[in-house]
C-alpha cells in the first residue's frame, strides 16, 4: 500500500489534527491576537506552508474545523412523539450552544468564512429537523414545515447565544417547541 | 474656543469618518486580505499608530462602526396597531438586512468583537421592540412579551441573514408578525 497524504492515520490526519487542535486552543485562549495561519502553524508545529497548501486562508480553515466540529454526532432523537423529539433536540442544541469551545468557533467561522462558514456552523441541522417531521407525517400526524420549525426553533437558539449575554438554556429551549406546536 | 482633538467637524472627526469608511469599504471590497489596523489606516490615509490609539483593537474599532451604523436612524413605526408597527418594523429590518454594507459588517464585528460586538449589530432593537409594545399596553390591549417577540422577530430576521443562504425578505418578515400575534 502506498503511503499517500491523504491516509488515514497517516501524516496527513496527525497533521490536520493538530491543526484543527491549535484553532480552537487559540479561539479558546481569548488572546486578543487576529486568528492568522502563522500563528495556527507555530502552535500547531507544522510548517505555514503546509497550512496554506491545504486550506488556502483562514476563512477555509475555520470553515472546515466548523464543519468537522458541528456535523458529527447530532444524534436525532425518537421519543415516539413529535414534541417530544423536538423538545430533546432544542435542548440539546441549548447545552451544545452552552460547550465553551462552541460560541467561539460560530463567531469566528462566521466573521472570516462568509456564507460557508455560517452554513458550517449550522451543519445538517435543518436536515435533522426534517428528519423528525417526516417521521410525524408518516405517523399520520400534521407536523409544521422545516421552515416554520427552523424559524421557532433554531433561529431563537442560534440569536441568543450568538448576538446576546444571555446563555439559551435547555428549560427555555423547550418552551420555544410549545409556541411552535399547537396544545 | 481651542481646538481640541474631539472638536465636531475637527481634524478628529475627519479621522474617524476616514476610518469608519475604510472599513466599509475594505469589508464590501471582498478582499481575501485580513481586516488589520494597518490595512484599515493605508487605506483611510491615517497613521497605524493613530488607530491603535483610538481604538486599541480591530475588535474595538469594529464594534464602533457597528454601533455608529445600527445605533442611528430606526425610526419606531406609529401606525395606530400593534400589528401594522410590527409589520412594518419587521420589514424594514429586512431591508436593512439586505443592504449590501450590512451583512459584511455584521458577520465581521461578530467574528472579532465577541459579544460587545454582536450587541453592537442588534443596536437599540430590542428597546424600539419594547417601545411599540409598551404603547399596545398603554391602549388598553394585550401585547407579547419582549422576549417572545425577540425570539419571533429579530432571531428569525438575524439568522436568516446571518447563518443561510436566504435573503430575508419584507414579505417574508410580515409573516413572522402572524405567527407572534394571534388573529
Redesign the interface.
Given at each position: 500500500m502506498p503511503r499517500t497524504g491523504s491516509r488515514p492515520g497517516g501524516r496527513s490526519a496527525r497533521i490536520r489534527a493538530a491543526v484543527h487542535r491549535a484553532v480552537k486552543e487559540l479561539l479558546t485562549d481569548e488572546a486578543?491576537e487576529?486568528l492568522?495561519i502563522p500563528v495556527v502553524a507555530a502552535r500547531a508545529g507544522v510548517h505555514a506552508t503546509t497550512v496554506y497548501r491545504r486550506w488556502g486562508?483562514?476563512?477555509d480553515l475555520l470553515a472546515d474545523v466548523a464543519t468537522s466540529r458541528f456535523s458529527d454526532g447530532n444524534v436525532v432523537p425518537d421519543t415516539g412523539s413529535l414534541r417530544g423529539d423536538l423538545e430533546r433536540y432544542a435542548s440539546d442544541l441549548a447545552k451544545d450552544l452552552n460547550d465553551p469551545d462552541t460560541l467561539p468557533l460560530v463567531?469566528?467561522?462566521?466573521?472570516?468564512a462568509?456564507?460557508q462558514g455560517?452554513?458550517a456552523?449550522?451543519g445538517e441541522r435543518q436536515q435533522q429537523l426534517q428528519a423528525m417531521l417526516d417521521r410525524e407525517r408518516a405517523r399520520g400526524n400534521w407536523a409544521p414545515t422545516v421552515e416554520?420549525a427552523?424559524?421557532?426553533l433554531?433561529?431563537?437558539l442560534?440569536?441568543?447565544a450568538?448576538?446576546?449575554?444571555q446563555a439559551p438554556t435547555a428549560e427555555w429551549a423547550r418552551t420555544?417547541v410549545s409556541?411552535l406546536l399547537p396544545d
Open positions: 486578543d487576529l492568522t486562508s483562514v476563512g463567531r469566528a467561522t462566521i466573521g472570516t462568509g456564507e455560517a452554513s456552523c449550522t416554520r427552523t424559524e421557532a433554531l433561529a431563537p442560534y440569536y441568543r450568538v448576538f446576546t449575554d420555544l409556541h
